[in-house]
């Protein structure tokens, strides 16, 4: 079946760097658009950024662009979050989703992986 | 405005019929998504596009839209569909954005 499995998740100190991975599997991966989407402890979910299907196009929400950087590698089935200058505020879980149409219809979302910036 | 609106909680008596609304400038040219989460469990989406439902969704769930505002309905609440309800689309820089979700309480 369709599954997103998150990894890389763990505590670090402000200003230092983290890199999520997300490994797919049960569909046809580099035919996909990916996001990443997270949502801090108690709050709401917060989209983090998108890559298209061929890694070609990349977006940002404002809060973290410029410190984060998304990418995949398709023939691994794999994509990333790579995390530097981590502030408090970036503390939550943060999940895989596929794009499943439209830019915005997210499914399946995998587990999440926590990310705590103390 | 690229923010989208949700009611912070709804409650609904069991077996009875809730609509839960999502609204933003932005629903005028992107349709809604709507996702359902659990406690401790990751949101699982329960309708898309023009009132689509995926696989494993009750029929119970039904969407609707009309102008800024997009709407999530459903039809005789089981007490399995308490939940946390969120809605996304796209702002007016095609990024997503989600509303601050609805806790439904099913009484």
């Known amino acids: 079946q369709v599954q997103l499995v998150e990894s890389g998740g763990g505590v670090v100190q402000p200003g230092r760097s983290l890199r999520l991975s997300c490994a797919a599997s049960g569909f046809s991966f580099g035919g996909y658009a990916m996001h990443w989407v997270r949502q801090a402890p108690g709050r709401g979910l917060e989209w983090v950024a998108v890559i298209s299907y061929d890694g070609s196009k990349r977006e940002y929400a404002d809060s973290v662009g410029g410190r984060f950087t998304i990418s995949r590698d398709n023939s691994k089935n794999t994509m990333f979050l790579q995390m530097s200058s981590l502030r408090p505020d970036d503390t939550a879980l943060y999940y895989c989703?596929?794009?499943?149409?439209?830019?915005?219809?997210?499914?399946?979302w995998g587990q999440g992986t926590q990310v705590t910036v103390s | 405005s690229s923010e989208l609106t949700q009611d912070p909680a709804v409650s609904v008596a069991l077996g009875q019929t809730v609509r839960i609304t999502c609204q933003g400038d932005?629903?005028?040219?992107?349709?809604a998504s709507w996702y359902q989460q659990k406690p401790g469990q990751a949101p699982v989406l329960v309708i898309y596009g023009k009132n689509i439902r995926p696989s494993g969704i009750p029929d119970r769930f039904s969407g609707s839209s009309s102008g800024n505002t997009a709407s999530l309905s459903i039809t005789g609440a089981q007490a399995e569909d308490e939940a946390d309800y969120y809605c996304n689309s796209r702002d007016s820089s095609g990024h997503v954005i989600f509303g601050g979700g609805t806790k439904l309480t099913v009484l």
């Open positions: 932005s629903l005028r040219d992107f349709s």
């Open positions: 989703v596929r794009d499943r149409v439209a830019g915005s219809t997210f499914d399946p």
